[in-house]
């Protein structure tokens, strides 16, 4: 009887042939979760940068109090007892009136201040906008104030200068000295205000836990804190507060007018910003003119501004910096 064929080489055969497709499985399978993450890596920098440039506050075109009712549910969140606990955030309180600097330890107790933003409220005219770093309330914010002080003496100086430059006796020459006049007079008044510590005070950026900003919140004089925990950097940040007066619909800022020299037909920007110096002697960009109605120009922290919280309370005397 003849032996029977033999069978491992069959055998053999179908093992290989599932090991090869197993093999080729699992490839497959990590090139779908390495395309995975390669895109999940693309789609995130956006939300995860810690360099990326934020906007905080209100904008134009946006209702007011759309803005107003966004920030208090948005702290509603942070502070709900469901939610995932947080830990110190950022934010942008502004105020329902203009305030003297000695005001501030009471508004914001509990809080961390790292700058404020003042305006001289003076009545159809043009004043600038003014971001303070602050380390010690209210000291700092005097000193920031009498900073300013000093260069709105120098503008006034210059547009008097400017006006006295202008010759002949045309409509042209009229409308120009007027306008440095009117600059002139503007500057004064703001240098006069804020030598005095005039209440000028509408808005800070402070840092604490949601539970503490909500208490900030509930204060009389806040109008609202607007809590942004994706705020890592400062000087990577633009605040835009409101302005205690500003209400329905944030309208377009004004350009600012130019003043014609009729001599040669160069022109200068009514009330220019300028830099300032703050009270520790660190830039302040001084930001574009703001009337009653229109919203405060972006805040661009200068790159060297410090970012660390050390304002008001003795529990952060020791983050403050040695004096070199």
């Given at each position: 009887?003849?032996?029977?064929?033999?069978?491992?080489?069959?055998?053999?055969?179908?093992?290989?042939?599932?090991?090869?497709?197993?093999?080729?499985?699992?490839?497959?399978?990590?090139?779908?979760?390495?395309?995975?993450?390669?895109?999940?890596?693309d789609?995130?920098?956006?939300?995860?940068?810690?360099?990326?440039?934020?906007?905080?506050?209100?904008?134009?075109g946006?209702a007011?109090?759309?803005?107003?009712?966004?920030?208090?549910?948005?702290?509603?969140?942070?502070?709900?007892?469901?939610?995932?606990?947080?830990?110190?955030?950022?934010?942008?309180?502004?105020?329902?009136?203009?305030?003297?600097?000695?005001?501030?330890?009471?508004?914001?107790?509990?809080?961390?201040?790292a700058?404020?933003?003042?305006?001289?409220?003076l009545?159809?005219?043009?004043?600038?906008?003014?971001?303070?770093?602050?380390?010690?309330?209210?000291?700092?914010?005097?000193?920031?104030?009498?900073?300013?002080?000093?260069?709105?003496?120098?503008?006034?100086?210059?547009?008097?200068?400017?006006?006295?430059?202008?010759?002949g006796?045309?409509?042209n020459a009229?409308?120009?000295?007027?306008?440095?006049?009117?600059?002139?007079?503007?500057?004064?008044?703001?240098?006069?205000?804020?030598?005095?510590?005039?209440?000028?005070?509408?808005?800070?950026?402070?840092?604490?836990a949601?539970a503490?900003?909500?208490?900030?919140?509930?204060?009389?004089?806040?109008?609202?804190?607007?809590?942004?925990?994706?705020?890592?950097?400062?000087?990577?940040?633009?605040?835009?507060?409101?302005?205690?007066?500003?209400?329905?619909?944030?309208?377009?800022?004004p350009?600012?007018?130019?003043?014609?020299?009729?001599?040669?037909?160069?022109?200068?920007?009514?009330?220019?910003?300028?830099?300032?110096?703050?009270?520790?002697?660190?830039?302040?960009?001084?930001d574009?003119?703001?009337?009653?109605?229109?919203?405060?120009?972006?805040?661009?922290?200068?790159?060297?501004?410090?970012?660390?919280?050390?304002?008001?309370?003795?529990?952060?005397?020791?983050?403050?910096?040695?004096?070199?």
């Open positions: 009887m003849p032996a029977e064929p033999v069978r491992e080489p069959v055998v053999g055969a179908v093992a290989l042939r599932a090991v090869i497709g197993l093999a080729v499985v699992s490839s497959f399978a990590l090139l779908l979760a390495a395309i995975w993450a390669s895109r999940r890596d789609a995130e920098p956006a939300r995860t940068d810690p360099g990326a440039f934020v906007q905080v506050g209100v904008v134009q946006q007011v109090s759309g803005y107003l009712r966004n920030s208090r549910s948005e702290l509603a969140a942070l502070t709900d007892p469901a939610a995932p606990p947080a830990g110190d955030t950022w934010a942008l309180a502004s105020l329902d009136r203009y305030v003297m600097p000695g005001a501030l330890p009471g508004l914001f107790d509990g809080a961390a201040v700058q404020v933003y003042t305006r001289v409220p009545v159809g005219r043009h004043t600038q906008v003014v971001r303070i770093p602050v380390y010690r309330l209210p000291a700092d914010v005097m000193s920031g104030m009498l900073d300013a002080a000093l260069q709105r003496d120098r503008e006034r100086a210059e547009y008097e200068q400017l006006g006295r430059r202008v010759i006796d045309g409509p009229e409308r120009a000295r007027e306008a440095y006049r009117s600059a002139a007079a503007t500057a004064g008044a703001e240098a006069d205000a804020y030598r005095s510590g005039c209440a000028c005070v509408f808005a800070a950026v402070v840092r604490a949601p503490a900003l909500q208490v900030v919140a509930d204060r009389p004089g806040v109008r609202v804190v607007d809590p942004a925990p994706e705020v890592r950097q400062l000087d990577r940040t633009e605040f835009r507060p409101p302005l205690p007066e500003q209400d329905g619909t944030i309208p377009a800022e350009s600012g007018s130019p003043i014609p020299v009729p001599n040669d037909g160069s022109a200068i920007a009514s009330r220019t910003p300028s830099p300032i110096l703050s009270s520790p002697g660190l830039p302040v960009t001084s574009s003119p703001a009337s009653l109605d229109p919203l405060p120009d972006p805040s661009a922290a200068a790159p060297e501004e410090r970012t660390a919280v050390p304002s008001g309370t003795e529990a952060s005397a020791a983050q403050r910096p040695t004096s070199s």
